[in-house]
Each structure stands twice: as C-alpha cells, then as structure tokens.
C-alpha cells in the first residue's frame, strides 16, 4: 500500500509499506479520510513527541475490509471511525479513572501507524461504528471534536452564563457550537483573521472580535458585566493565554485547551489571580467523550461542513506540512485511496 512514513523531523515519504497480518483482535481499515491536525505540523518541525519511523495521521474513518477472528460486533463492510488513543488500563491513572494520564499510552498517528496510508490496522476496541450514509469528511472530524468534548466539560458551563472563544480554527469552531449547545447565553470568538470571523458567525457567534481591536477589553467588559464568566484558550499561543487572563473577572473560570510550543509561558499576576478567585484549568485527550462526539456529528449538533475542510491527495501531504499554514483554511483532510 502506499503511506505516508515519517522518519524524522522534516523527513517524510511516500513509499510502498508492506502490512503485517492481522491478529485477531485487530481490523483491517481502508481509509477514506484522515485529517490533518495541528500536532502533525508540531509534529513533522519536531515540536511534538512521536515515534518514527512511523505513519503519522490521528483523525481517520474508513471502511473495514478484514477483520480478526476475535471481533464479533463489527463486520467488513461497516463504516467507523477510529479513537486513536489506547489507554493500557493497568497503570495507577487508569484505575483511578483518569485514562488520559495514562503512563503507558499509545496512539495511532504518533507511537503507532496512523491514517495517513491507504489502509490502517487498529485494535477493534478503537473503532466506532457510523451510519453507512454519514459522509467520511464529517465523521473525520470525532477525534478533534472528542477532545473539544473534554474541554468543554472541564468548563462546566451553566444555562445563561457568557462565553467567550480565544481562537477561530477548527477547534474553536467547534468549541463554539459545543458552548451554545450547553446552555451559553451570550457566545463571544476573538480572532485576528476575518475569514475565520466570517466562519463563527456562520457557526452562530453572537459577537466576533479582532484582538488588536482598540476598544476589546471596554467593548468585551461590556457586554459581559465585566468579562465573561468562562473562557476557553483554543490558539495555543501564550498571548492567547494571557489574553484569557486579561479580560477575565471576578469568578470567570479559564479553560487553556490550545497546543502551545514547549517553552510558551505567561506571567500571571498572583494578587490579582487572588482577588478575581479564577478557576484555571487544562484539557487533555479525550477520557470517555469518543462516543458522544461520534452522536453529535451523527445528529449534526454539531455542523462541522461549515469548517469548510479542503481535501487533497496523500501526495500532497509533504507540501502542505511544508508550506506556511494558509490562515484561510479551517482543515485540511487526505483522501489516501
């Protein structure tokens, strides 16, 4: 088949990768869409842990060709999507419940061959069924739309409050419409680029915002008696992150969801941390959200065509890791086959 390899930073191929034979608890997947995620551009500049030599690629749904003798749930045929994250349930994180800190965790795209191939073999246990008439370019959106899951429960939004969105990628998109489908009252996406503020009113944004607007912290302060009382850092940048600080108020509640670089970090003034009582809290993985991210795309509460994602070969991969990101584009996904 031909993947994608990933040997080391800045060093990928496609080559012709032979498959091992299946065990029998493992799938044969065709891959129809895999999505290209920001960690793989951490990833491909050395920014980001992997494995190589390996397939990169986490975001991925295809058909099952082959399956072990051990799978009974699923047939060849079925349409799934697929959790890259194997938890290896025996650490002390594990059985405590926390399987995102897992000691031992793999992942498919990462430590292990991912879907940026023609085919993939991945554990059944990682698979999840979706309706044969879901499109392939929208179930490839559950394993980011997962992880925006966990994010927005560690924000544990109440009907009414105001909620204000630090970023307007694909992540913040989604954050964004998981905000007004738990309650939000008034919703608020700051973000440099216009194209991507144009997508968040299309996403249902009641207010958008440029950050270098002159006025933001008044007209934000404003609008939300004084700032918003959640606030979810999807940019993974740390004035993105000091943002978040800034137009806070007494209570608000911060959520740090973006990727930053190894070395980011921010000042944060202690006595006024102190006296605005702020709850800060970080996001990682996807413990136990896979299968409520698979029924919100399912049922289209969450419209994820509205990214707009561009699709393109598997030997265009090099050159888009390779390029500087086009700010006018959401997602881009490969069609391997």
Do not use: W
Request: hydrophobic fraction near 40%.
């Amino acid at each position: 088949m031909h993947a994608a390899l990933f040997n080391a930073p800045y060093e990928i191929e496609i080559i012709d990768y032979p498959l091992p034979g299946l065990k029998p608890d493992e799938l044969l997947i065709k891959v129809e869409v895999c999505g290209l995620c920001g960690t793989d551009f951490h990833i491909y500049r050395g920014e980001s842990y992997s494995k190589p030599p390996v397939i990169p690629g986490h975001e991925y749904t295809g058909t099952i060709v082959e399956k072990g003798g051990d799978v009974k749930e699923l047939k060849i045929g079925d349409h799934v999507v697929i959790d890259p994250n194997i938890y290896c349930g025996q650490c002390s994180y594990c059985r405590s419940g926390n399987i995102n800190f897992c000691t031992n965790l793999k992942a498919l795209g990462v430590s292990l061959n991912g879907g940026f191939a023609e085919y993939s073999i991945v554990p059944a246990s990682q698979a999840y069924l979706i309706p044969k008439e879901f499109p392939f370019t929208s179930a490839a959106f559950a394993e980011p739309l997962s992880c925006c899951v966990r994010g927005i429960d560690q924000a544990s939004i109440k009907v009414g409050e105001s909620v204000a969105i630090i970023g307007g990628g694909t992540i913040g998109l989604m954050m964004l419409q998981l905000a007004k489908i738990s309650g939000a009252g008034k919703t608020i996406l700051i973000e440099p680029n216009g194209f991507k503020r144009n997508l968040a009113v299309q996403c249902g944004a009641d207010f958008v915002f440029d950050p270098g607007a002159v006025k933001i912290f008044n007209d934000i302060s404003d609008l939300t008696n004084g700032g918003p009382d959640v606030i979810i850092e999807c940019a993974g940048k740390s004035n993105a992150a000091k943002f978040a600080f800034d137009i806070s108020k007494r209570g608000s509640r911060i959520v740090i969801f973006g990727l930053a670089e190894k070395d980011d970090t921010i000042t944060v003034n202690l006595q006024n941390f102190f006296l605005k009582e702020l709850s800060v809290k970080g996001s990682l993985l996807n413990p136990f959200t896979f299968s409520r991210a698979v029924e919100l795309l399912v049922t289209k509460k969450i419209q994820v065509e509205k990214l707009q994602p561009v699709i393109s070969q598997l030997d265009q991969l090099k050159k888009i890791l390779s390029l500087p990101r086009n700010l006018e584009v959401t997602k881009y996904q490969i069609t391997p086959n």
